[in-house]
């Protein structure tokens, strides 16, 4: 039994060591990037923005599929709130959506345009973006003029009411950017604290500060799918480089590539945090509330970024880029990093009850010096994790949501677990039926008039 017991020692020291070790090389990459903000935001403060030029039209593209609850209150805001003059929406629909045609077609307004795809729903949100393209570049004949920019939203998207005078205004200019991307803000579910509540946890740090990091590296920056505006000109190169689709098909994270290729052209993009009458210039919108669903989200973004992503895009670019490709691609893996600390954590809880409770056991050999002040390095630094991502939040959404980050954290490693067995799954499906991918959607919904939709 004291064999036995020796073993299991060794077991758990070795398993404890390589957990720490793997943790603390994340920790310090995620320390970097903290640091990094801290040394170049002082450097990067931007001045207001000039005043937005006249004669900047937008074509705002949205994909829609099965989405009759949500499209017709979203366009009617945006078509109602939108402070910019100048714009039409194009919205992509199917043959085989009825209730979505009804939907669209119940709203009045010259501004919108209706963009039925030949074929029947669902094919890819790709797809359907690139039937949006083809009819904007129809609508361009038609007018005999080219629009100034593409913006791409999502049928559940609350539109802040400055987003287009604030595109315009950065997409003018001798050192205008070929993209423009505004943050993207989740919206507080009381229903769903947890769940919903950790991607508000997420995107606070992504785009108050992460994405922020990348751009002044000079790395590309990743298009989020919505709030953002392309350069007509250079989307149209991309779209020539690809027979008439500027977005790739056979992708399930086309709009993370497109940030990508527009880089690789050389157009650079540029994350705007721009306030109006104190509130930041955001894209706000419901997450998924229910575990289930966040883990089908979760699934898609690890499986187009990190796994299928690394065949599609692989390692372009100079260093700083590189190390932005690497952070993207390294979530699955820390998710199930994070798996294992909870497994080794368990492990040592049994430990120490069996040295309790048998007392030959307690005779055994205590973790090393070394091992024991890496654990307590990497404390420190999840000590440190926390109360950045908490202050962050805090900045966003207040100081409960900013208390209420701590616990999500551990909720978050879970769901990004869970998410990356699913996307392990569809992915190595993928490649043995060699299939293009499905619009893997979830079902969305657009805050009532009681819901606390800003912007």
């Given at each position: 039994?004291?064999?036995?017991?020796?073993?299991?020692?060794?077991?758990?020291?070795?398993?404890?060591?390589?957990?720490?070790?793997?943790?603390?090389?994340?920790?310090?990459?995620?320390?970097?990037?903290?640091?990094?903000?801290?040394?170049?935001?002082?450097?990067?403060?931007?001045?207001?923005?000039?005043?937005?030029?006249?004669?900047?039209?937008?074509?705002?593209?949205?994909?829609?599929?099965?989405?009759?609850?949500?499209?017709?209150?979203?366009?009617?805001?945006?078509?109602?709130?939108?402070?910019?003059?100048?714009?039409?929406?194009?919205?992509?629909?199917?043959?085989?959506?009825?209730?979505?045609?009804?939907?669209?077609?119940?709203?009045?307004?010259?501004?919108?345009?209706?963009?039925?795809?030949?074929?029947?729903?669902?094919?890819?949100?790709?797809?359907?973006?690139?039937?949006?393209?083809?009819?904007?570049?129809?609508?361009?004949?038609?007018?005999?003029?080219?629009?100034?920019?593409?913006?791409l939203h999502d049928a559940e998207d609350v539109v802040h009411p400055q987003e287009l005078a604030v595109?315009?205004?950065?997409?003018?200019?001798?050192?205008?950017?070929?993209?423009?991307?505004?943050?993207?803000?989740?919206?507080?579910?009381?229903?769903?604290?947890?769940?919903?509540?950790?991607?508000?946890?997420?995107?606070?740090?992504?785009?108050?500060?992460?994405?922020?990091?990348?751009?002044?590296?000079?790395?590309?920056?990743?298009?989020?799918?919505?709030?953002?505006?392309?350069?007509?000109?250079?989307?149209?190169?991309?779209?020539?480089?690809?027979?008439?689709?500027?977005?790739?098909?056979?992708?399930?994270?086309?709009?993370?590539?497109?940030?990508?290729?527009?880089?690789?052209?050389?157009?650079?993009?540029?994350?705007?945090?721009?306030?109006?009458?104190?509130?930041?210039?955001?894209?706000?919108?419901?997450?998924?509330?229910?575990?289930?669903?966040?883990?089908?989200?979760?699934?898609?973004?690890?499986?187009?970024?990190?796994?299928?992503?690394?065949?599609?895009?692989?390692?372009?670019?100079?260093?700083?880029?590189?190390?932005?490709?690497?952070?993207?691609?390294?979530?699955?893996?820390?998710?199930?990093?994070?798996?294992?600390?909870?497994?080794?954590?368990?492990?040592?809880?049994?430990?120490?009850?069996?040295?309790?409770?048998?007392?030959?056991?307690?005779?055994?050999?205590?973790l090393s010096h070394g091992l024991v002040a890496l654990l307590w390095w990497n404390f420190a630094l999840?000590?440190?994790?926390?109360?950045?991502?908490?202050?962050?939040?805090?900045?966003?959404?207040?100081?409960?949501?900013?208390?209420?980050?701590?616990?999500?954290?551990?909720?978050?490693?879970?769901?990004?677990?869970?998410?990356?067995?699913?996307?392990?799954?569809?992915?190595?499906?993928?490649?043995?039926?060699?299939?293009?991918?499905?619009?893997?959607?979830?079902?969305?919904?657009?805050?009532?008039?009681?819901?606390?939709?800003?912007?």
């Amino acid at each position: 039994m004291v064999e036995l017991i020796a073993a299991w020692h060794v077991l758990l020291h070795e398993a404890l060591l390589l957990v720490a070790i793997i943790i603390a090389i994340n920790g310090l990459d995620d320390l970097a990037v903290d640091l990094a903000w801290l040394w170049l935001r002082p450097r990067h403060q931007s001045a207001p923005p000039p005043p937005a030029p006249k004669g900047c039209n937008f074509a705002i593209l949205i994909p829609a599929w099965d989405e009759a609850a949500v499209i017709g209150p979203m366009l009617r805001r945006l078509l109602a709130t939108q402070a910019w003059p100048d714009f039409i929406v194009l919205v992509g629909l199917y043959p085989n959506d009825p209730a979505g045609l009804a939907a669209v077609a119940a709203i009045a307004d010259p501004r919108l345009r209706l963009a039925i795809n030949p074929r029947p729903g669902p094919t890819t949100k790709a797809d359907c973006l690139n039937q949006l393209w083809q009819h904007l570049c129809a609508e361009e004949a038609r007018q005999g003029r080219r629009f100034a920019a593409v913006v791409l939203h999502d049928a559940e998207d609350v539109v802040h009411p400055q987003e287009l005078a604030v595109m315009a205004a950065h997409l003018a200019g001798p050192d205008a950017p070929a993209m423009v991307q505004l943050p993207v803000r989740p919206l507080i579910d009381a229903g769903s604290p947890l769940v919903a509540g950790h991607y508000i946890d997420e995107f606070a740090q992504s785009h108050g500060k992460d994405l922020l990091v990348r751009q002044w590296l000079g790395a590309a920056l990743p298009s989020a799918g919505v709030g953002v505006a392309f350069d007509r000109v250079l989307l149209g190169q991309v779209a020539a480089a690809q027979g008439g689709r500027p977005f790739a098909d056979n992708s399930l994270t086309e709009d993370y590539e497109l940030g990508l290729k527009l880089h690789a052209l050389g157009g650079r993009g540029r994350l705007v945090r721009h306030h109006h009458d104190g509130q930041l210039v955001a894209t706000a919108e419901h997450f998924p509330a229910s575990l289930g669903s966040a883990i089908r989200q979760k699934a898609r973004w690890a499986h187009g970024i990190s796994l299928a992503g690394w065949d599609r895009v692989g390692w372009r670019g100079g260093l700083a880029n590189r190390w932005m490709l690497w952070r993207d691609r390294k979530g699955p893996a820390m998710a199930l990093v994070s798996l294992a600390a909870y497994a080794v954590a368990g492990m040592i809880a049994l430990d120490g009850l069996v040295r309790h409770l048998w007392p030959p056991a307690a005779a055994l050999p205590p973790l090393s010096h070394g091992l024991v002040a890496l654990l307590w390095w990497n404390f420190a630094l999840l000590c440190w994790r926390l109360l950045v991502r908490a202050l962050f939040t805090c900045r966003e959404e207040g100081p409960v949501e900013g208390l209420l980050a701590t616990p999500r954290a551990a909720v978050g490693n879970i769901i990004n677990a869970l998410a990356t067995f699913r996307a392990l799954r569809l992915y190595i499906a993928a490649l043995r039926a060699g299939t293009a991918p499905v619009w893997d959607k979830t079902v969305h919904r657009f805050p009532s008039t009681s819901d606390p939709a800003r912007g």
